[in-house]
């Protein structure tokens, strides 16, 4: 984490049913054995991430490092293993490092990367501005690892926050020069979001001397977003997503306000539950290979590439998420859609069996993490095997820690900090 990176088909008929419907086409029904998941070798895998430098592939990250750690040091803290498998100076390490990121104004940069150091004046500081993003990722991990946040400019970073509040409700990523700087995007709302939780006490309602940010412009830019088909997009009039709805659904807990009077609750949960999918054989090939197939390959090809293979209870074994219409299977939905519905106590709702099984029999992969898709050629990548973790510490798999949902770390986390005084009392 603290290293340069150069090395780190239909739905089911109703809401209330997680069964899936009859596939067009079945093959011999089996019960093959109840996967395990490997927790030595999840570990192995995060400490990797953490104390070696990353594949190369990363290098185009190098800016947003503190993502990378955020999700590494999650993950080993969500199987348990924070305080035996990394030592106490390497976690002192990681907090000083986390700090070092911590611009003199409040809020945090992604990387060290663009620290400016003693030449940092005010006229190039435009090129070292906080992020909302980098901030929440920091308050997050430094929370995981069991810092008390004394140190960080809390009541900076609040004032910061409804700087960032644009007029119709959303957050923009940063302030350059005194403008607000990036796209609207429901992930920018739901950090910001967040951080209030984080960081003013008493669920959200402490530091009453501070600033805060407009939260019925924040509910009702949400409320715009929810769209036709009952899911929510990034912004009003958009498409539909499984990461914006998340996003979206985790705010209006943090703020108290998820229930019928701020979003239509029965559409969405419909929505949400029609994302899961029964896992076909062609998603296991190359995109390529199978398009060749539909082109040019026989019938007998094409059918056995749609078959859905189903356990004795006639269900199919495999079924993951996608987070769009008509597309494939994603490990990260799995979090995105569980964790909506977990927060709006309709889980049960999913075929929580067929749902373990995709993750840990198509997408785990044999050094440890998870992969983006069920290719046979795929590798694991730090976003991807957070949230399959996270996923099934929904699922409440055994030898992982509890998941606190609209904030994506252990339950232990969120109760260390709970407990705080200043936080208990809501203050500075």
Known sequence: ML?????????????TSPTFPRPP????MSTPVRPVLDKKRHVDYWRRCLTTP???DYIPTDLNRMTLGCFSVGAIDLLGELPFRTSPEDRACWVEWIYRCQLPSGGFRGSPATDLGPLRTESNAVWDPANVSASFFAVATLVNLGDNLERVKRAELLSLLPEMQRDDGSFCESIVDEQQVGGRDMRFLYMAVALRWFLRGKEGEGCSDVADIDVQRTVAYIQRAQTYDGGISEKPFGESHAGMTYCAVAALSLLGRLDESSIQIDPLVRWLVHRQVP??????????????ILDSGSEEEQVDGRKIELGTDGRPLWGGFHGRCNKKADTCYSFWIGASLDMLKKLYLIDINANRRFLLEKTKHIIGGFMKLPEPEGVPDVLHSFLGL???????????????????????AKERLMALDWWAEGRL
């Open 279 to 292: 896992f076909e054989r062609k998603d296991e090939m190359d995109q390529d290979d199978w398009q060749d």
């Open 390 to 412: 996270a996923a099934l510490a929904l699922m409440r798999e055994e030898g992982v820690n509890r998941l606190e949902a609209t904030l994506a770390i252990s339950l232990q």
């Open 3 to 15: 290293r340069a990176i150069t090395s780190i088909l239909s739905p089911p008929t109703s809401p």
């Open 25 to 28: 086409i079945e093959i011999e």
């Open 54 to 56: 990353l594949p190369s």
